[in-house]
């Protein structure tokens, strides 16, 4: 057994390929979500569900994902990405097939949280593994290809609630659970040809198996042959050092705003167009599968032009105003008329867009030792804000209404506006090498004004 695992580690691997497994956590993320959106329509009815209830089930795992991530981001600095890389989908795989054997709420609920934990576990160590592998001129696209592939798992699981809504009776919604367990088990089996990142390798006083490990690697970033910081590697305490701390609060206060007011609106498109538009359950489905569609095409757009392009900073203003405008307007577009299906259309596709500048921000502005430990903080951040969203929004809705509820959302995507705009830091061209010198010089500098 070890031999074949030896063989295998050994074997060459193509960037393409690691990318498309690193953002594989992403697609299980996004197609869990939406799948959940579409489980909705038939588990409220089945088990009599109040507004709160759901709200507690729906937003549940992003509470998971929040602690998932905390717990995740020290032990993917201190013991390797890699390792956390392989546990993490393993749990989902076994707990998307539980939920489909689930017999009641407080079972649904349990098995929502434990999932979050490995979503959430894999946030901080796919985006560092992202960072570390990409070249300098395509990292922050690379990175922000999490967000666009978490979004095309939305799409995929659109498609395939929407056949089951139609097709397996009032219990499809066990087959749609058990239906995460198909991706999840191909990610499980593929992920194994990935190799530990030559960046932490190195970090952890590997310097052979990093050389061995950048050389497998087609397409990958060179290292600059310069000692990177094993120093205080996964601490926290580290992370919230003077030079870090106020990077981190940035886009953690980011990611925190974004989702509390982008995640619910993602998540219960469906349920509200069937509520308040009055859609019928496959019409709400089909309109939010074509939702779907549109953030995956608009978002591989502007990753792979305007990001690298306009810079970060930029990108997040531009969309976070439209998406402010778009909501405040639908607001007062209450009955379904082409104006309505347009501004929504308009303001959510940009809320998309706006997580999008997030993931390069998170990862280029930490050195090695601490990358994950700090984007882990900003992941629980997001899922915090989501948690919150997810569990307010059905309340909101049937208390206050359609009108308070865009105008709430206007708000706080006006919020983001503001935070981006008086603490965003543009980061396109930063180079990871440029982060471990400075780290070297810095702690070179501590070390003579000790002596």
Known sequence: M??????????????????????????????????????????????????????????????????????????????GRRIVFLTDVTIFFVLSILLGLSQNVTELGILRFIIGLAIGADMPTSSSMLAEFSPDRLRGALTSLLNTVWLFGFVIAGLVGYILYQTAGPEAWRWMFVSAAVPALIVLIMRRDVPETPRWLMAAGRSQEAHEAEERIIGG?????????????????????????????????????????????????????????????????????????????????????????????????????????????????????????????????????????????????????????????????????????????????????WTTLFLVAAAVFFVVFLIVMFFGKETKNTALDSLEKAQTTSTKFKGEITS
């Not at 070890?2 to 690691?18: M, V």
């Open 221 to 401: 970033e060179k290292i600059d042959p310069i000692a990177i910081s094993a120093e205080h590697r996964g601490q926290y305490r580290t992370v919230f050092r003077r030079e870090y701390r106020g990077k981190v609060t940035f886009f953690t206060a980011y990611w925190l705003v974004q989702s509390l007011g982008g995640a619910p609106l993602l998540t219960y498109t469906a349920v509200i167009f069937q509520r308040v538009i009055h859609f019928s359950g496959s019409e709400a489905l089909l309109f939010n599968v074509g939702l779907s569609c549109l953030y995956v095409i608009f978002s591989l757009l502007v990753q792979f032009t305007v990001l690298e392009r306009s810079g970060r900073k930029s990108l997040a203003a531009w969309t976070l105003g439209i998406t402010v405008a778009g909501a405040a307007v639908t607001a007062y577009v209450e009955h379904l008329t082409p104006l309505l299906v347009v501004v929504y259309t308009i303001a959510i596709v940009a809320s998309q867009l706006t997580v999008i500048p997030y993931w390069p921000w998170s990862v280029e502005q930490l050195p090695t030792h601490v990358r994950a430990t700090g984007q882990s903080i900003g992941s629980a951040g997001g899922k915090v804000g989501a948690f919150l969203g997810t569990l307010l929004l059905p309340t909101l809705l049937a208390v206050a209404g």
């Open 2 to 79: 070890a031999t074949s695992g030896s063989a295998l580690n050994k074997r060459p691997i193509t960037l393409r390929k690691i990318v498309g497994l690193c953002t594989a956590g992403g697609f299980l993320d996004g197609y869990s979500l939406l799948i959940m959106s579409a489980a909705l329509l038939l588990l409220v009815p089945r088990f009599k569900m109040t507004s709160g209830t759901e709200g507690v089930i729906t937003a549940v795992p992003f509470l998971g994902m929040a602690i998932g991530a905390l717990i995740a981001g020290p032990l993917v600095d201190k013991l």
